[in-house]
């Protein structure tokens, strides 16, 4: 059985995945609206779908152990950016909150002597390790490419295939 505490908290997290999962659709829709940006577009609409996955992993683990869980109403995400690499620093910035989210949700746990949660959450942690690392690696592309429009072309093309590859790998 999950205590009120323990409940509460997961319940902040499945706001944060909801959020994630909000903040990366309007990118998404921000790169479709945008030309040529295929490969952006999918990777997002990827990384929002993933997210809503996160939300519902939590959401069955918190009524599965007896506790409540609350669908969170929600912000507006941020739908206005001034270029790609805007897009994907706001990615990595979101990606390192989340991060901090997870973090201080394990040490609950811990303190909270809660080990079946604990042990839950090790997933998330994991998957935000991979996360930031896509991040970043896609943020230090983007700084090596600076205002070289070929050097996007490439990077939209190669970022369809890493829509691809989170898709087979990020399944909760
Ligand atoms: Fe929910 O995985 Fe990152 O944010």
Redesign the pocket.
Known sequence: MLSKDMNMALNKQVMM?AE?SMAYLSMASWAEQQPGLDGVTSFFYQQSD??RL?MLKLIKFINERGGKAEIPSIDKPMDEFSSVKDVFGNFLQ??FK??ESINELVETALKARDFATHSFLQW?VN??ME?ERVARQLNDKLELIGDDKSGLYLFDRDILLQAATASSQSKP
């Open positions: 995945e994630s993933e997210e996160h979101h990606e989340v991060s998330y998957e935000q996360e």
